[in-house]
């Protein structure tokens, strides 16, 4: 397997993550098609898988950079570690501070307070993930990486019952995660999308989504030292069906959910990425199948950008009134897409809001130009 044909898949893949992410981050209206939301609690739909996804990608790609560290000093590497780590984390950090002013009580334009701003987020666990999970795989053997990543999984379960609290440690205003957050950063400075202060992107439940990463890389790398071998894809079609298995064993006893990004989530996310990946290298590698390709290596080749665009694209559209008592964004959907009924209508608003991000990919794409932090 060329070194090619695998940044294919890999790009394939990652562009996949970042479509579905586009599309069920913006839906036109609050009807959307249940596969297109995220569990509400316990439970698994397609949607939850976007996110580890993602990460799974991240630990894919390291494990093709790394071995370009060999002939680089400790310094350098570490300074390249950090240096992407908080800037990722910047940039989601900016990207919720965004667009950075508001009107007070007297209609005056203020600086935004940074009292009211979320900390963590999506960019920001990425960034955690990346950052971590380098330092593990570059200081110690990828697979006592591995072992500590399967800790850190037996570790969380171990801390949500413990510290969580005694009569539902798992329940959304008594898990462990939301009570070190509020203590850390205080409620004004979490996500409030629940009602109320709860941060799906925590602090604690960062722990078992390093296994994510690290899993990425496990399989990258395995990938590069077998080759273009069936056997390869046969390996990695088991480990996907055991990590299912042993998942929706485990969600006996820790429940399958993605805002607490349970052991048994991490289990199932990385099964199915297993399953996944393993069909698209068979699609591009065995059967030569690469017509469909080149749209998902758009967004696969420029993910952070297209991402950063499309969160803060749809700030904008919010942002631009129209009418008394209405925006943008609101406009182009009742006057395009409303006439396709409410869940068609929300649907094809937030495909044809992907296919603006991703003209914006296709036009760097065609320039040679990728964003890289």
Not at 117 to 138: D, H, K, N, P
Request: aromatic share 16%.
């Amino acid at each position: 397997m060329t070194a090619a044909k695998r940044f294919l898949a890999l790009d394939v893949f990652r562009g996949m993550t970042i479509c579905l992410m586009i599309i069920v981050n913006t839906p036109g209206n609050d009807m959307t098609f249940a596969p297109l939301l995220h569990a509400k609690w316990h439970g698994f739909t397609p949607t939850d898988l976007v996110f580890p996804s993602f990460l799974f990608a991240v630990g894919n790609a390291m494990s093709f950079v790394m071995p370009k560290w060999a002939g680089m000093s400790q310094s350098a590497i570490l300074t390249k570690i950090f240096k992407r780590t908080a800037l990722i984390f910047l940039l989601g950090f900016l990207m919720y501070w965004f667009p950075f002013v508001r009107l007070d009580d007297n209609h005056q334009v203020i600086l935004a307070p940074l009292s009211d701003t979320r900390i963590l987020g999506v960019l920001q666990r990425i960034a955690l993930c990346y950052g971590i999970g380098s330092l593990m795989i570059y200081f110690l053997k990828p697979r006592l990486a591995l072992i500590i990543s399967i800790g850190f999984l037996l570790l969380y379960w171990a801390v949500c019952i413990w510290f969580g609290d005694p009569s539902d440690p798992l329940s959304i205003t008594g898990n462990a995660g939301l009570k070190l957050d509020l203590w850390l950063f205080g409620e004004s400075h979490l996500y409030h999308g629940e009602g109320f202060a709860f941060d799906p992107e925590g602090l604690l439940s960062t722990m078992p989504a390093i296994a994510n990463v690290v899993a990425g890389f496990t399989v990258g790398q395995f990938v590069q030292k077998k080759g273009k071998e069936f056997e390869v894809l046969a390996k990695l079609l088991l480990v996907g069906a055991l990590l299912l298995f042993l998942a929706y064993c485990w969600n006996m006893v820790f429940p399958i959910n993605k805002k607490l990004w349970t052991s048994s989530f991490v289990l199932i996310t990385v099964g199915l990425d297993c399953v996944i990946l393993s069909a698209i290298i068979y699609l591009i590698d065995f059967k030569n199948k690469t017509r469909f390709t080149y749209f998902f290596e758009v967004l696969g080749k420029n993910p952070l950008f297209v991402y950063l665009l499309s969160e803060i694209l749809v700030t904008v559209l919010y942002m631009v009134p129209v009418g008394d008592n209405s925006n943008l964004f609101r406009w182009i959907y009742m006057n395009i897409f409303d006439y396709a009924g409410n869940y068609f209508g929300s649907l094809l608003f937030a495909v044809s809001y992907m296919l603006v991000c991703w003209s914006v990919g296709y036009l760097l794409d065609k320039r040679k130009i990728y964003v890289r932090v």
